[in-house]
């Protein structure tokens, strides 16, 4: 099974402040096809995951730009320029290059 | 609006049976590929099983492979999973998911536990 690494797996942020988070994979990521199956997803107190970043770099509708994602191959990571208090949450990283599709560990992000 | 309700979840004693449910509306439900996801505490997301839009492409992933089964009626527009021989380290909310790039709709969670 391919691990998904996170760092670090707890963040406080100052409001204003910029946050990333690192997600390393065990195996290349990249298909045969030329996409890279790599996504974000944020979980809020009390809800279900939330898609946040398909293929590495592309935002899902509503998600503001101040989200981005970059990487490629194993070494990827989530940038929020200026973070929000409703930015609070457990962010994962997942790929589904090959099964099982597999979760990192999670990063829990806060408010100072 | 995309829903997707799961229901079913409950107390089960180990090597009992459990059927949960994920009934969906919003968005056509046969032209979509779906998932079982679990959460626990301890193991975090994991993935356990695919269904594809033709019913017949299923995956499982191994630790539930030959007890869970995962289906769908299209006609309901409706996604099952049928777990046979629980363990207590199944125990854990389970999500439907929806599967396009990424998983793009999740349903609010079916919790189950296992315990005698």
């Given at each position: 099974?391919?691990?998904?690494t996170?760092?670090?797996?707890?963040?406080?942020?100052?409001?204003?402040q910029?946050?990333?988070?690192?997600?390393k994979?065990?195996?290349?990521?990249?298909?045969?096809?030329?996409?890279?199956?790599?996504?974000?997803?944020?979980?809020?107190?009390g809800?279900?995951?939330?898609?946040?970043?398909?293929?590495?770099?592309?935002?899902?509708?509503?998600?503001?730009?101040?989200?981005s994602?970059?990487?490629?191959?194993?070494?990827?990571s989530?940038?929020?320029?200026?973070?929000?208090?409703?930015?609070?949450?457990?962010y994962?990283?997942?790929?589904?290059?090959?099964?099982p599709?597999?979760f990192?560990?999670?990063?829990?992000?806060?408010?100072? | 609006?995309?829903?997707?309700?799961?229901?079913?979840?409950?107390?089960?004693?180990?090597?009992?049976s459990?059927?949960?449910?994920?009934?969906v509306?919003?968005?056509s439900f046969?032209?979509?590929?779906?998932?079982w996801?679990?959460q626990?505490?301890?193991?975090?997301?994991?993935?356990?099983?695919?269904?594809?839009?033709d019913?017949?492409?299923?995956?499982?992933?191994?630790s539930?492979?030959?007890?869970?089964t995962?289906?769908?009626?299209?006609?309901?527009?409706?996604?099952?999973l049928?777990?046979?021989?629980?363990?207590v380290?199944?125990?854990?909310?389970?999500?439907c998911?929806?599967?396009?790039?990424?998983y793009?709709?999740?349903?609010?969670?079916a919790?189950?536990?296992?315990?005698?």
């Amino acid at each position: 099974d391919i691990v998904m690494t996170q760092t670090p797996l707890f963040l406080s942020v100052t409001p204003g402040q910029p946050a990333s988070i690192s997600c390393k994979s065990s195996q290349t990521l990249l298909w045969s096809n030329g996409k890279t199956y790599f996504y974000w997803y944020v979980q809020k107190a009390g809800q279900s995951p939330q898609l946040l970043i398909q293929e590495v770099s592309k935002r899902v509708s509503g998600v503001p730009d101040r989200f981005s994602g970059s990487g490629s191959g194993t070494d990827f990571s989530l940038k929020i320029s200026r973070v929000e208090a409703e930015d609070v949450g457990v962010y994962y990283c997942m790929q589904s290059v090959h099964l099982p599709d597999t979760f990192g560990q999670g990063t829990k992000l806060e408010i100072k | 609006d995309v829903q997707l309700l799961e229901s079913g979840g409950g107390l089960v004693p180990p090597g009992g049976s459990l059927r949960l449910s994920c009934a969906v509306s919003g968005f056509s439900f046969d032209t979509y590929n779906f998932n079982w996801v679990r959460q626990t505490p301890g193991k975090g997301l994991e993935w356990i099983a695919f269904i594809g839009r033709d019913k017949d492409t299923v995956y499982y992933t191994d630790s539930v492979r030959g007890r869970f089964t995962i289906s769908r009626d299209n006609s309901k527009n409706s996604l099952y999973l049928d777990m046979n021989s629980l363990r207590v380290e199944d125990t854990a909310i389970y999500y439907c998911v929806r599967v396009t790039s990424g998983y793009d709709y999740w349903g609010q969670g079916a919790a189950v536990v296992v315990s005698s």
